[in-house]
């Protein structure tokens, strides 16, 4: 049977990024990372379906629709604690299949006033989720007043008030690696090896500040250029902002090379098969707070997963399923148990809300 996730072109970027080295030189991991996932010929968000049992790897929204549901509520409760803004903007960053937005918009109904000064803005790359989305939302009877629109990036979304959900998101954004060597950090960039494969290798020493006891030699320091751009995004924009991040990453500081490849639910080698796996790298909580407040944003959280969820009401939410959807029910426990699992995703993942310090704290997190 032909391989459904086989690069059509046969290692088509593989070769590409052989010439580009060959031309340029060894390229730091964002450059690597960038070509892997947004190449407009071969990049993985263009050409995969990713996301979902056939794909490459489940997010929570299609393992419950519990987790849109919550979300729904929670952007309601967030803009009536706004005042009732009117317009507002409510902005999901990386929708993936729309499943979150479209059990959101089901779960946002309760509170019908919401719908009705609401637009909907969805911030996609891939123009094959972008299709998705818009068949997902498209199916759904619930719809915001002020219609839905695809951008590009937040910066493209109507200034404004905003209420802005970014589930998994982050973890997909570029990062550059630095290691620590003898003199200092060095860029980590991915060169060739005699063979053509290729390889990890330290290059150029770069000057960042860096007020913290030397690490151990070899130790990685991970940045991504995405969370400082999103955060001046929000800094930018008129009116109330609150931006709920959920994403998988430790809450205290941490060192260490995180970046991954996950290709049909299995590990794999980041280096082999560009293009055809998930790269992501953790999200480092407790650096991205330390910007936001730099930048002039008030922060709550992280929570865990298992306690956002749990704390906006995840039990009972899935009992008033069960006992509408008696024959459901054991998939919808499962669904849910899933989500909260402190050693599984309910552990894992951290929820944190970024937000102008003119709001109080956000709901859960006060
Ligand atoms: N939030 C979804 C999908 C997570 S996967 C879910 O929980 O199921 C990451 C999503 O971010 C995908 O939709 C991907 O296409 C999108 N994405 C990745 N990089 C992006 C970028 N630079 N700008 C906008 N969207 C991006």
Redesign the pocket.
């Known amino acids: 049977m032909p391989d459904p996730h086989a690069d059509p072109d046969g290692g088509g970027l593989l070769e590409a990024l052989r010439a580009r080295i060959r031309r340029e030189g060894p390229l730091p991991v964002d450059a690597y990372m960038r070509a892997c ?2 190449d407009p010929q071969h990049g993985y ?1 263009h050409k995969s379906l ?2 979902g049992a056939e794909g490459d ?1 489940v ?4 393992i419950s629709q519990v ?1 849109g549901e919550l979300l729904g509520v929670w952007s309601a409760v967030v803009w009536q604690a706004m005042g009732r803004p009117s317009p507002v903007r409510l902005v ?6 729309g ?2 937005m479209r059990d959101a918009l089901r779960a946002a109904l309760a509170a019908p006033a919401f719908l009705a000064a609401a637009s909907l803005h969805l ?4 123009p094959r ?1 972008r299709a998705l ?1 818009r068949r997902s939302l498209a199916s759904s009877p619930h719809q915001p007043a002020g219609g839905a629109a695809w951008h ?2 937040l910066a493209q979304v109507p200034d404004g008030p905003a209420v802005v ?5 982050l ?3 570029p990062i550059r690696q630095l290691v620590y060597g003898e003199r200092g950090w060095h860029e980590r960039v991915v060169e060739l090896a005699p063979g053509g494969a290729l390889q990890f290798a330290v290059g150029p020493r770069v000057n960042i500040p860096w007020a913290e006891p030397a690490p151990e030699p070899g130790t990685v320091l991970e940045l991504r250029q ?1 969370e400082d751009e999103l955060i001046a995004d929000l800094v930018r924009r008129r009116g109330m902002q609150a931006c709920l991040i ?1 994403d998988y990453g430790p809450a205290a500081p941490a060192l260490g090379d995180t970046l991954q490849a996950v290709r049909r639910h299995a590990w794999v080698d980041p280096l082999t098969r560009p293009g055809e796996a ?1 790269l992501t790298a953790h999200v480092q909580f407790a650096r991205l707070a330390a910007r936001a407040r730099g930048a002039g944003l008030a922060v709550d959280g992280p929570l865990s997963q298992a306690e956002l969820l749990g704390r906006l009401g995840s039990a009972e939410r899935a009992s008033r399923l069960m006992a509408a959807n008696p024959a459901r029910a054991p998939e919808i426990e499962a669904g849910v148990q899933r989500l909260v699992s402190p050693t599984g995703m309910g552990g894992q993942f951290k929820a944190m809300a970024l937000r102008t310090p003119a709001l109080p704290t956000l709901v859960p997190f006060d």
């Open positions: 996932l947004a968000w990713a996301i790897f997010t929570a929204p299609e987790f999901e960053l990386g929708p993936g299949r499943t979150l911030v996609e790359v891939s989720l989305q590009e990036s959900i970014a589930n998994e998101f973890d997909a954004l995405g959920i998930d």
